[in-house]
Structures are given as structure tokens and as C-alpha cells.
């Protein structure tokens, strides 16, 4: 008859590898490909006013390799916006379609002041606070701007998606984690962004590519285009 001081050290002995498993590849684990959607929301909109029908309602993100692409599509497919961001690189391919206008201008960090120098660089304070958002748990940190007249952003971000510097092009930059839940200021339009959904998969290389059809424009063109149009919206 085994002894039950004996049993517990077998039971032991054998679920050892099987939580050291746990622990490297499921617990620690990393998706490094995949599509993540958001939905959206502008609060400051009525939801049934007159240009309800114009605003988008879904944007995406496709990442790989600290590769991203985000696609935004409003005004009932007029405007589109393409953003493929390479994090290696730290380069940033932003794509504008406009009625018939195809405009692509080709950014380093040196030329992401044009489009934040409207809210400034905000304050990060981290919480404690942690909450899972389309199955990946998430940690919360707070945005703080300058302004009295700006409201400060709640910023839910999670370390389980592989990307490097996933923010570094925009105002959240030392966020140390992929944002699932956020909101932006832009051109005078508040944006809610809610991941509904992150779909590990493989992406099509293409989607990384710059689209050739495109003309090439300076950072500060690609903005006075931007601002002309959204703030359309924001009327």
C-alpha cells in the first residue's frame, strides 16, 4: 500500500512538466499574426443625427512580423485611409483616397508632430486596474493632456500581441502594449475605439505593401487633405 506522503510526491513529480509547460507556451503565450477589429463610436454625435450614416463603424488592424496595417473606410466608402506601419523600421506608409484623389505619404518619427501637435504629448500615469477585452487581458493607463478643456482618455492596452513599439507613431507612444480600448481626439472629432474581436491568423503579405497607384505627397499635404475633410464631420 503506497503511503499517502508517497502519492503526493508521484502526483507532484508528474504534474511538474505539465505546469512548467503551462507556464512557457500557453500562459506566456504571444500571438504574433493576426487581425484585430474595432468598433467605433464618437460621443459626441447623436447617434440618429444626420451624419450618423457617414461615420465609420468598424476599423481593423492587421499585424505581423512588427508589421501593421489599419483600414478605415467612412462617408459610405468615399474616404478611406490606409495606415501601414513598420515598427523595425519605424517608418509609416498613411494612404488617403478621397473621389478619385489617391494621396500616400511616407513618414518617419520625425514627422508625426504635424498630426499631434494639436493635443500635445500627453501625461501616462499606469493603474493597477486590469480587465480582458476580446479574450486578452489588459492592463489600464491614463492619458493626461495639457489642456484644460481636454478630457482625459482611458487607455486599455494587453503585452499578449507580438509587436514591438506597437504605438510609436502616435500620441500613446510609451504605451508598452497593443491598445484594445481607446479613444483619440482628431481634427476636432472624439473617436472611441473598442476591440469587438482578435483573429490569429495568417495575413497576406500584400497588405504591408505600398499601394503604387498612389501619389506621393509630403507629411504636411497629407495633413492640410486630412483636416479639409474631417472636419466636414466635426461641423
Excluded at 505600398?210 to 499635404?221: G, I, L, M
Aim: proline content about 6%; aromatic content about 8%; overall charge negative.
Amino acid at each position: 500500500m503506497i503511503k499517502p506522503t508517497t502519492k503526493f510526491l508521484i502526483v507532484t513529480a508528474l504534474a511538474s512538466p505539465m505546469l512548467s509547460g503551462c507556464g512557457s507556451s500557453l500562459l506566456d503565450h504571444k500571438v504574433g499574426e493576426g487581425v484585430i477589429e474595432y468598433a467605433l463610436t464618437f460621443p459626441d454625435y447623436d447617434p440618429n443625427g444626420i451624419m450618423a450614416g457617414m461615420l465609420p463603424e468598424r476599423t481593423t488592424v492587421s499585424f505581423s512580423d512588427d508589421k501593421q496595417v489599419a483600414e478605415l473606410s467612412a462617408g459610405m466608402g468615399i474616404f478611406r485611409t490606409t495606415m501601414v506601419v513598420d515598427g523595425s523600421a519605424k517608418a509609416m506608409d498613411y494612404h488617403l483616397s478621397l473621389m478619385g484623389k489617391k494621396l500616400v505619404a511616407h513618414m518617419l518619427p520625425r514627422d508625426m508632430g504635424v498630426f499631434t501637435e494639436e493635443n500635445g504629448t500627453p501625461t501616462i500615469l499606469y493603474t493597477q486596474d486590469l480587465d480582458t477585452i476580446a479574450g486578452y487581458p489588459c492592463k489600464r493607463a491614463i492619458a493626461i493632456f495639457g489642456k484644460i478643456d481636454q478630457t482625459e482618455i482611458d487607455l486599455w492596452y494587453t503585452d499578449r500581441i507580438k509587436l514591438q513599439d506597437p504605438n510609436w507613431f502616435g500620441p500613446f507612444a510609451e504605451i508598452p502594449g497593443v491598445l484594445l480600448r481607446y479613444g483619440v481626439v482628431q481634427y476636432g472629432m472624439r473617436m472611441q475605439l473598442d476591440a469587438i474581436s482578435v483573429s490569429p491568423g495568417k495575413v497576406d503579405p500584400t497588405k504591408f505593401e505600398v499601394k503604387k497607384e498612389f501619389d506621393q505627397v509630403s507629411a504636411e499635404v497629407l495633413h492640410h487633405e486630412l483636416a479639409e475633410v474631417l472636419g466636414t464631420f466635426s461641423m
